[in-house]
C-alpha cells in the first residue's frame, strides 16, 4: 500500500511565482515528517522537518492532520530552488525502521 | 569533513557476478542505511543498521546482504547479481534514530546486464 504521495513527478514554475510542492500520506496516528532535497550533482539533504517548525530557503511546510498532508511552499521561487524533492514521513510513534519511508519525489523546475 | 563516503560511483555487472557496495562514515553515527533509488518510485530501504553488529531489514531486503562490523563501515553485498537490482543505491547514516537528520552519500549507479 502507498503510504506516501507525491502526485506531481514534475512542476514547472516561472521565477517569482509561488510553489506548492504536494505530499499526502496514509497513517491515522501521528507522524514525523520531513522533506528532502537533492540539487543537481549534490548529495540529497534534509531540507526541513516539520516539528522544528522553521524555514529553510524561503520554505515551510505545515502538517495538516485532518487532511493528512504536509505539504511544501514557497511564495516567491527562486531558479537556484530547481530540485528534486521528496517527502518522507516516519509514520509511527517509534523509531520503527519499516515505517519510514519516501515519496516517490517531484522535480521542480523554476524557470527564468 | 567527508561525511558519508561510498565505493564505486558506478559499477557494472554482468547476471550473478558478486560484488560489495561500500560505504564509510566519519562521524560516528549508530544508525546506517542502505536504499535503492529507482524512476518513480523514489527510495526504498534495503537494510538498516543500529550499531556494530546489528542489522535488520528493511523494505525491500531480497538480493542483498548486510553486515556492520564497526561503527564507520556498512558494506551493502549483491550475492548474484539480477538485472532487478539495476539502481542507484544510496547510504546514509544518523545520530540517534531516523527522526535526526540522515547524512547521505554520493551514491552508486549499477548497471546490471
Known amino acids: 500500500a502507498q503510504r506516501v504521495t507525491q502526485p506531481e513527478k514534475l512542476l514547472s514554475v516561472f521565477k517569482g511565482a509561488p510553489v506548492e510542492l504536494k505530499c499526502n500520506y496514509s497513517?491515522?496516528?501521528?507522524?514525523?515528517l520531513f522533506w528532502y532535497v537533492q540539487y543537481s550533482r549534490q548529495r540529497l539533504q534534509l531540507l526541513l522537518r516539520?516539528?522544528s517548525r522553521e524555514s529553510i530557503k524561503g520554505f515551510t511546510a505545515d502538517l495538516n492532520k485532518g487532511e493528512t498532508s504536509f505539504h511544501l511552499k514557497k511564495p516567491f521561487a527562486q531558479e537556484e530552488d530547481s530540485a528534486m524533492y521528496y517527502c518522507?514521513?516516519?509514520?509511527?510513534?517509534?523509531?520503527?525502521?519499516?515505517?519510514?519511508?519516501f515519496g516517490s519525489g517531484t522535480k521542480l523546475n523554476v524557470k527564468p | 569533513n567527508a561525511g558519508v563516503t561510498q565505493t564505486p560511483k558506478f559499477q557494472v555487472l554482468k547476471t550473478g557476478q558478486s560484488m560489495t557496495l561500500q560505504c564509510a562514515q566519519d562521524m560516528n553515527h549508530e544508525y546506517m542505511s542502505w536504499y535503492r533509488q529507482d524512476p518513480g518510485m523514489g527510495l526504498r530501504l534495503i537494510h538498516y543498521s543500529v550499531g556494530a553488529g546489528i542489522t535488520d531489514q528493511g523494505e525491500v531486503p531480497n538480493g542483498y546482504n548486510v553486515s556492520r562490523s564497526t561503527t564507520e563501515d556498512f558494506p551493502l553485498r549483491l550475492l548474484s547479481a539480477a538485472p532487478s537490482q539495476t539502481s542507484v543505491y544510496f547510504c546514509?547514516?544518523?545520530?540517534?534514530?531516523?527522526?535526526?537528520?540522515?547524512?547521505f552519500g554520493a551514491g552508486t549507479r549499477l548497471s546490471v546486464l
Open positions: 518522507a514521513p516516519i509514520l509511527s510513534d517509534y523509531d520503527n525502521f519499516n515505517k519510514f519511508y
Open positions: 516539520h516539528i
Open positions: 546514509a547514516s544518523s545520530r540517534g534514530g531516523w527522526k535526526n537528520i540522515q547524512y
Open positions: 497513517y491515522s496516528g501521528s507522524p514525523e
